[in-house]
């Protein structure tokens, strides 16, 4: 359980690896291997200092099985990163661009802001920094972004909803 900080969570095979979030407190963090006891799926990288609270497979199953609610939000936190997976693997079917307007579409605040760097985006998308800046360039001429240092601000949702390949 992440009680402080920030975690980078990747998943790599080979030389390659691709970014699948940044969790901050408070989160679960490795719930598919305290749960089932088996490989983890994903890394984790503290991303600042970190705190961290450590409950091992056997304390867990201690602490879940008699209370319900405890057992339901560990059951919800694994259904999260299962749906998560299976939206991983859906977008793989989506065009670049339409990988990066989806993405921008998630992780922007309620007042359009996403910050995070032109990297950080082609870390999570898998490509790289350069494809990320051509079309977020695409994006800019077309109205539906604005950037400035350490922000892109979304001026259009719907027009990002319907960006084509």
Do not use: C, N, Y
């Not at 749960?35 to 705190?51: K, S």
């Not at 999570?124 to 079309?135: N, Y």
């Amino acid at each position: 359980m992440l009680v402080e900080g920030a975690v980078r969570i990747t998943v790599a095979e080979g030389r390659h690896s691709l970014q699948l979030s940044v969790v901050h407190p408070p989160a679960a963090v490795g719930v598919v291997g305290a749960l089932d006891g088996l490989e983890r799926t994903a890394t984790a990288i503290a991303e600042t200092d970190a705190a961290l609270l450590r409950i091992g497979r056997d304390d867990l199953w201690a602490i879940l099985a008699p209370d319900p609610v405890m057992m339901r939000g560990a059951v919800d936190a694994a259904a999260a990163v299962a749906r998560k997976a299976a939206q991983a693997e859906a977008a793989l079917l989506l065009s670049q661009p339409q990988r990066l307007a989806g993405l921008l579409l998630t992780l922007a605040d309620q007042g359009g802001r996403v910050r995070l760097t032109q990297a950080e985006l082609a870390g999570m998308l898998g490509t790289s920094r350069s494809h990320i800046v051509r079309m977020l360039g695409a994006f800019r001429a077309a109205g539906l972004i604005a950037t400035s240092p350490g922000v892109i601000l979304v001026l259009d949702r719907d027009g990002l909803a319907r960006v084509d390949a």
